[in-house]
């Protein structure tokens, strides 16, 4: 059968093997009309390893809560047992996966019996898109746990550095390649082999066409959408699992374990927000203004970038169910189709407006650890700080409540809600211009505000790559002369 859509192209993983350096975005094949910027894949980090430095110790360190742990770890004591414990876990769980997709095709083998059956169909990529994300979530834990049993063992500093590329092997590598190859790359894979290339295809010439096409279009709809969900989930939980270990072994190998607890503890924190442990969006008196505000430490700092950036996408979210409010019925959306484009690019110039302010940020944040009495090493140190804080944490606001869920839900509001619904009572001419110019306008929104998510990326982390490289010379003035540099590509950015 000739695909009527934009083919799904490869998706290729293009995160770093070789040197912790930035996770470069996929070339993930969104809907057609948007296009992904990739960063560089070259390794900006290069030539600013750890000063070296007297050896901290583990022993007035904090540890953080374990509580985000929901795995069963009884009777794991050493890392052999827990990397077995990883492999059994991960493949019971996509065993379960395949024995529910072979009783479905096994109940389902007609164009009839599918016609009759969407709805379990439906029903079953779903299940896919939530075990996924139940899978991803383990190996968040798993990859905890294995950081802890590291950091809590008795080996000498060379050999907690040496152990903690397990997370790397075992949980970076090979458990999500496992969900990539099993899920992604086999069974939905499989599943569009056996319903939209084999059942339907095969109906073709015995059923009424537009029937057909219908099913057709629904079906595919329906394995692409679960296919670019799967493949976000897996290449979120991939990346983050990535930065951790990077994160964990830059830490163990200069001795830090002060750092390394810190680092620990805000991979607890994505664990808690990937498993949805987190305040929800409340504030509804949130406004749209992006002047900086002040802190008096970088502590205090973080607070504000983090409560500023939430607050500016919870703007966008107000405004966005004021607009929806009054919005619900296929007409209502005709007569509102100016107002409803208007608000797509609204979103790609707010987040642009976002970004820049993290931008902003990130100079302000640089300058009070430059402009403080610190050692080289210690600025060396806290720069750290600053890319958890800006480079991780506020970027993955934008992009998780802009770029992923606001635009997704005005997606499914307008395109699979008001207009779908509207199929079979407006002219079909007059549904399928609206449910086009619907999807453009997503399309384009999504991605702009992904490319200009992708390069705020890039320019934070190469400035973090460039002044951690003056530092770790001792070169105070270097550090200061990257930070006006910094400071004039933001100036042209707005």
């Given at each position: 059968m000739k695909k009527r859509f934009a083919g799904f192209l490869a998706m290729v993983m293009l995160l770093?093997?070789?040197?912790?350096?930035?996770e470069t975005p996929p070339n993930?094949?969104?809907?057609?009309?948007?296009?992904?910027?990739?960063?560089s894949t070259t390794d900006p980090s290069a030539g600013t390893a750890e000063p070296s430095s007297d050896t901290a110790t583990s022993s007035g360190s904090e540890k953080p809560a374990d509580d985000a742990y929901t795995i069963d770890l009884t009777g794991i004591t050493t890392l052999e047992e827990l990397e077995t414990r990883i492999e059994e876990h991960l493949a019971s769980t996509i065993a379960s996966l395949n024995t529910q997709w072979e009783d479905l095709s096994a109940a389902i083998d007609t164009y009839q019996k599918y016609v009759e059956n969407t709805e379990q169909v439906s029903a079953f990529y779903q299940t896919v898109i939530t075990e996924t994300d139940q899978m991803c979530i383990l190996l968040y834990e798993y990859s905890a746990a294995y950081a802890r049993m590291v950091l809590d063992s008795d080996m000498s500093d060379d050999d907690k550095y040496d152990a903690i590329e397990g997370i790397h092997d075992c949980l970076y590598?090979?458990?999500?390649?496992?969900?990539?190859?099993?899920?992604?790359?086999?069974?939905?894979?499989?599943?569009?082999?056996?319903?939209?290339?084999?059942?339907?295809?095969?109906?073709?010439?015995?059923v009424?066409?537009?029937?057909?096409?219908?099913?057709?279009?629904?079906?595919?709809?329906?394995?692409?959408?679960?296919?670019?969900?799967?493949?976000?989930?897996?290449?979120?939980?991939?990346?983050?699992?990535?930065?951790?270990?990077?994160?964990?072994?830059s830490e163990l190998y200069s001795g830090d374990y002060e750092r390394a607890e810190k680092v620990y503890g805000r991979f607890l924190e994505k664990i808690a927000k990937?498993?949805?442990?987190?305040?929800?969006?409340?504030?509804?008196?949130?406004?749209?203004?992006?002047?900086?505000?002040?802190?008096?430490?970088?502590?205090?700092?973080?607070?504000?970038?983090?409560t500023h950036v939430t607050e500016c996408t919870q703007a966008l979210w107000n405004e966005w169910e004021t607009m929806a409010a009054d919005i619900d019925t296929f007409d209502e959306y005709k007569e509102n189709v100016d107002s409803i484009e208007a608000f797509h690019t609204h979103i790609e110039e707010a987040a642009s407006q976002i970004l820049v302010m993290i931008c902003d940020y990130g100079a302000a944040y640089a300058g009070m650890i430059i402009q403080s009495d610190s050692s080289p090493k210690d600025m060396y140190n806290d720069f750290e700080?600053?890319?958890?804080?800006?480079?991780?944490?506020?970027?993955?606001?934008?992009?998780?409540?802009?770029?992923?869920?606001?635009?997704?839900?005005m997606k499914d509001y307008y395109?699979?809600?008001?207009?779908?619904?509207?199929?079979?009572?407006?002219?079909?001419?007059?549904?399928?211009?609206?449910?086009?110019?619907?999807?453009?306008?997503?399309?384009?929104?999504?991605?702009?505000?992904?490319?200009?998510?992708?390069?705020?990326?890039?320019?934070?982390?190469?400035?973090?790559?460039?002044?951690?490289?003056?530092?770790?010379?001792?070169?105070?003035?270097?550090?200061?002369?990257?930070l006006q540099d910094f400071k004039d590509k933001i100036a042209k950015m707005k």
């Open positions: 770093p093997l070789a040197a912790c350096g930035p993930t094949e969104i809907p057609s009309a948007v296009s992904s910027t990739d960063a590598e090979d458990a999500c390649d496992e969900i990539n190859d099993e899920i992604y790359d086999g069974l939905l894979d499989d599943m569009n082999d056996y319903f939209y290339n084999g059942i339907l295809d095969d109906a073709q010439d015995d009424d066409y537009s029937d057909w096409y219908d099913v057709c279009s629904d079906e595919y709809d329906q394995w692409y959408d679960t296919s670019s969900e799967v493949y976000d989930l897996y290449y979120d939980a991939a990346s983050d699992i990535y930065s951790f270990y990077c994160d964990m072994s990937a498993k949805g442990q987190e305040t929800g969006r409340a504030n509804t008196e949130a406004t749209f203004d992006t002047a900086l505000r002040t802190a008096s430490s970088t502590e205090e700092m973080e607070t504000v970038i983090e700080d600053f890319k958890d804080c800006l480079y991780e944490d506020a970027c993955k606001i934008v992009k998780d409540e802009i770029y992923e869920d606001l635009l997704g839900e395109y699979e809600g008001i207009i779908q619904d509207a199929k079979d009572s407006v002219p079909y001419s007059e549904w399928s211009e609206a449910r086009r110019d619907a999807y453009n306008w997503w399309s384009d929104a999504r991605g702009e505000v992904y490319s200009s998510w992708s390069d705020t990326r890039g320019d934070l982390y190469s400035f973090y790559s460039d002044i951690c490289s003056e530092l770790y010379r001792g070169d105070t003035d270097g550090a200061a002369d990257e």
